[in-house]
């Protein structure tokens, strides 16, 4: 059964598509399979603070907590 998961932080997505930036270049600089980066991007396996900070670099006009959703119920 394929099943696909929503995104967990659409925040995120829409910055990466505004950006330009490929999902797999996003998971080569964070040294992980593509695959890894899409079971955190459903929040299916939890971030690293090392990986939240890596990406937030990416976007420093964007506070970290909105990527991430920190602080919505």
């Known amino acids: 059964m ?4 929503p995104a967990a932080f659409p925040e ?6 505004a950006k330009g930036i490929k999902k797999r270049d996003v998971a ?3 040294g992980i399979a ?3 980066l899409s079971r955190k991007l459903t929040a299916r396996v ?6 939240m900070r ?3 670099a990416l976007f ?5 907590g909105v990527l ?5 119920c």
């Open 28 to 30: 080569a600089m964070l």
């Open 34 to 36: 593509p695959e890894s």
């Open 46 to 51: 939890p971030w690293t603070l090392d990986e």
């Open 60 to 64: 420093p006009d964007s506070p970290a």
């Open 12 to 17: 995120l997505e829409a910055q990466l598509e």
């Open 2 to 5: 394929n099943r696909k998961h």
């Open 68 to 72: 991430f959703g920190i602080g919505k």
């Open 54 to 56: 890596k990406i937030a």
